[in-house]
């Protein structure tokens, strides 16, 4: 009677074993390639199941396919074949914004001493003129 479940225990120890040490880590590596999945977004920076490095232009949920960019050709892949993220795009575009708005508020008041610069410079192309007008005259 002893033999039996000594055999059950040795059985349920190595079934456990066997989940541990092969089914957990493939579930925990399913889920981390699922969540990177659901993450990528335009401007990633991805390497397909075949090593193709490319930029992802487009994501198609619809039809589970990504557009990706690989220096100017553009190539449509299974959502399934994205392998890796290597580098992620910027979460927000607002740091070029803010500063092409601060170049904006600066270029009217650029334009306002650009406008009057001309006028000084008029101003002072005549001056030395009239000088030649007088020196002229005096002869």
Not at 7 to 22: R, W
Not at 25 to 38: A, L
Not at 68 to 83: E, H, K, N, P, T
Request: contains cysteine; charged residues 20%.
């Amino acid at each position: 009677m002893g033999g039996q479940y000594s055999t059950l225990i040795i059985l349920v120890v190595f079934l456990g074993l066997m989940y541990f040490l092969m089914l957990r880590p493939q579930q925990k590596q399913q889920k981390k390639h699922r969540d990177m999945m659901g993450a990528l977004k335009k401007g990633d920076h991805v390497v397909t199941i075949g090593r193709l490095h490319g930029v992802i232009d487009e994501i198609n949920q619809a039809d589970k396919t990504v557009t990706l960019d690989c220096d100017g050709i553009y190539l449509v892949f299974d959502l399934r074949a994205i392998s890796s993220v290597t580098s992620q795009a910027p979460a927000a575009v607002t740091a070029p914004v803010a500063a092409s708005e601060a170049a904006a508020k600066e270029a009217p008041a650029a334009d306002a001493s650009a406008a009057a610069e001309p006028a000084s410079e008029a101003a002072a192309s005549d001056a030395p003129a009239d000088d030649a007008d007088d020196s002229e005259a005096t002869k």
